[in-house]
């Protein structure tokens, strides 16, 4: 059975976190409002044992200089809001929504289910050029870097890499058929 404790102290003081066990910790996640702040706890919790460190950053254009010091993955809550608010919006079976920059496009993830337009299509008559791009399928337990010929089947989780101008056609390739009805 495991136990938990509170401990009080500064993040930043490789004591305090050696106290807290550190070393024995899978993932660190350092969510202070301060985005130096937890820079720096999730590096020091990474120096003194961590083996994954986490790190809220309010600040996107800090991001790609915080991954690149050693934090593992950020957090950034406006990212994540508007994952949340596009995956309400999008049509279809969708399963994630994350935006590539605000004026590029989106990462999709959506279940390709009995009346989707997917099943049954291979990738190349899903993939336009410059527009939407099939990066991965996931079907059952393995993961499939799809190429021309790949063909879409039920029940896979499909990823697409999507440009802005062309989220309104894969919308309607994850949506219900009308026949379906």
């Known amino acids: 059975m495991e136990t938990s404790h ?3 102290g500064d993040a930043l003081d490789s004591e305090v976190l050696n106290e807290a066990g ?3 910790t899978e993932t660190v996640v350092a969510v202070t409002q ?3 702040v937890n ?3 999730s590096l020091l919790a990474k120096r003194c044992g961590a083996e994954r460190a986490l790190s809220l950053i309010n ?3 800090s991001i790609p200089l915080v991954t690149s010091l050693g934090v593992d993955a950020v957090i950034n809550p406006r990212a994540v809001t508007v994952s949340i608010i596009l995956n309400k919006v999008r049509r279809g079976h969708i399963l994630g929504v994350h935006t590539v920059r605000e004026d590029f496009g989106e990462l999709i993830e959506a279940e390709v289910h009995e009346n989707s337009s997917l099943s049954g299509l291979k990738v190349s008559e899903i993939d336009r050029p410059n527009e939407i791009k099939v990066a991965a399928i996931m079907r ?3 993961v499939i870097m799809p190429n021309a010929s790949t063909i879409v089947q039920l029940d896979d989780r499909i990823v697409v890499m999507v440009l802005n101008s062309a ?4 919308e309607r390739l994850f949506s219900a ?5």
């Open 59 to 61: 600040n996107p254009a």
């Open 167 to 170: 989220i309104k056609d894969i």
């Open 34 to 36: 301060d985005d130096n």
């Open 6 to 8: 509170i401990l009080c």
């Open 22 to 24: 550190v070393e024995f």
């Open 140 to 142: 059952k337990d393995e």
């Open 39 to 41: 820079t720096l706890a």
């Open 177 to 181: 058929r009308l026949d379906y009805f």
